[in-house]
């Protein structure tokens, strides 16, 4: 067999035969005191240490399934298809492989929109971009971020209907209550390292929000989302922690009657900027047990286009996750949120009287994801908090635009 010599810019490989390899791995490996030196039989493979060798080109997982594209040329970094609640780890157990690296991708492609945990699961989308690699063989992440696109900017909030009993004393509740709950609001808060909280009737009055500043969470800016109906009503609050830049804001009720519930919303410029979303229309909502007759003037003047598809809602929903959508098409509008989380029961003390799936986080940000939850316990119960709901910390994974950082700077320095 003649001689095949390969020569890369950073190293060498021999493809030789017998007798030509034998000849160059003794010269080479004499100069190199034998070390890093691989003779095979037949056609051999000579690697020179301390210069770079050529990298596989040969298909190392032909065993992936569902591969929509190729998008490397070992054959292990795909665009996997049916991915719908199926994370890259999942999808590279199922061939018997490991799962290396995950992103979204920008559309259809091998483009990267934001980098995933190999455990997250394309909730919103039919398909993921998944680096596999047998098991024991150690390979880093093959793809990056397109050229001016940021890190996801992970969302910490942290929303709890306190309910009214505790802050006006009713129904059994101790006079300390609203005083001793709105600073385990704020204490929560902190713990969860929350940037947005909502506060459901959590409240001076019938109607009026109390201060969270108040309650501990210094130099934050709140939203208060009164809503007065008759001799009673309804409160709500939002609350920003320093980093972000309150552009305008509203609220009030969100119907006409009995059954009337408060809501809060302002738009927003996070501290990092969110991939097509200059700014965000956040809300806080107690949703009626009926339908929504009102708001949906006040989020449109106060948010503008930002509803469309740049909104987060967080609260009292009081219906299960399924439900999410009607309501948020009468309120908010513009496209329609991903499945909320959680979906489990958080309502109400004591469970003995009371049962509801209410408590939920929903966002219509396109590549938005899920990142984790936390229902916390029932807080308090020496204070008697009748109706309290389970407090929930809720994270968000939002696609960064870094072409859009300058901008968010910008802004955050005119308010000032």
């Known amino acids: 067999m ?11 490989v021999v493809l030789a035969s017998p007798q030509v390899a034998a000849s160059l791995a003794e ?17 051999l493979l000579l690697q020179v240490p301390g210069v770079g060798v050529a990298k596989q080109t040969a298909n190392a997982c032909p065993n992936l399934r569902d591969v929509e594209r190729q998008c490397a040329s070992d054959g292990c970094t795909v665009l996997a298809d049916r991915m719908q609640g199926r994370s890259c780890a999942d999808y590279c157990a199922s061939s018997g492989y490991t799962c290396v690296a995950a992103w979204e991708e920008v559309e259809e492609d091998c483009n990267v929109k934001f980098p995933l945990t190999c455990e997250e699961s394309g909730i919103q989308t039919s398909d993921l971009l998944c680096q596999c690699t047998s098991p024991g063989v150690a390979a880093s992440p093959s ?10 900017l992970q969302l910490s909030t942290f929303f709890w209907n306190v309910h009214w009993e505790c802050s006006m ?3 059994g509740a101790s006079h300390s209550c609203k005083r001793n709950i709105g600073r385990r609001f704020a204490e929560l808060a902190r713990e969860s390292r929350a940037e947005i909280v909502a506060a459901i009737e959590l409240s001076d009055t019938s109607s009026q929000p109390a201060s969270l500043v108040d309650f501990g969470l210094s130099g934050w800016t709140q939203v208060n989302g009164p809503c007065a109906s008759g001799d009673g009503g309804d409160a709500a609050a939002l609350a920003f922690a320093p980093e972000w830049v309150v552009q305008s804001s ?5 119907r006409h009657d009995w059954d009337t519930r408060a809501f809060a919303v302002a738009r927003v410029v996070p501290p990092r900027a969110v991939e097509g979303c200059p700014s965000l229309c956040v809300v806080a909502i107690h949703a009626p047990h009926s339908q929504i007759t009102r708001g949906h003037d006040v989020v449109k003047s106060v948010c503008g286009e930002a509803r469309e598809r740049c909104a987060v809602a967080m609260g009292d929903w009081n219906v299960p996750g ?5 309501l948020w098409a009468a309120l908010v ?12 029961r958080s309502c109400c003390w004591p469970e003995s009287h009371h049962y509801g799936v209410f408590d939920h986080l929903a966002t219509n940000i396109i590549g938005a994801k899920h990142a984790g939850h ?4 029932y807080q308090l119960l020496e204070e008697n908090p009748v109706k309290q709901h389970r407090a929930v910390s809720a994270r968000l994974a939002l696609p960064g635009d870094g072409d859009l950082a300058a901008k968010a700077l910008a802004a955050k320095a005119i308010t000032e």
Not at 2 to 12: D, E, N, Q, Y
Not at 250 to 254: D, E, P
Not at 322 to 326: E, K
């Open 143 to 152: 793809l990056s971020l397109e050229p001016g696109k940021g890190e996801p």
């Open 169 to 171: 004393a009713a129904r």
């Open 2 to 12: 003649a001689a095949s010599i390969r020569r890369c810019v950073v190293g060498v």
């Open 27 to 43: 010269e080479t490996c004499s100069a190199t005191s034998g070390a890093g030196c691989a003779v095979a039989r037949e056609n």
């Open 333 to 344: 509008g513009g496209s329609s949120p991903g499945r909320p989380q959680p979906d489990e």
């Open 250 to 254: 509203g609220g009030g009720c969100l």
């Open 322 to 326: 399924h439900g999410v959508g009607a």
């Open 374 to 377: 936390t229902v916390h316990p």
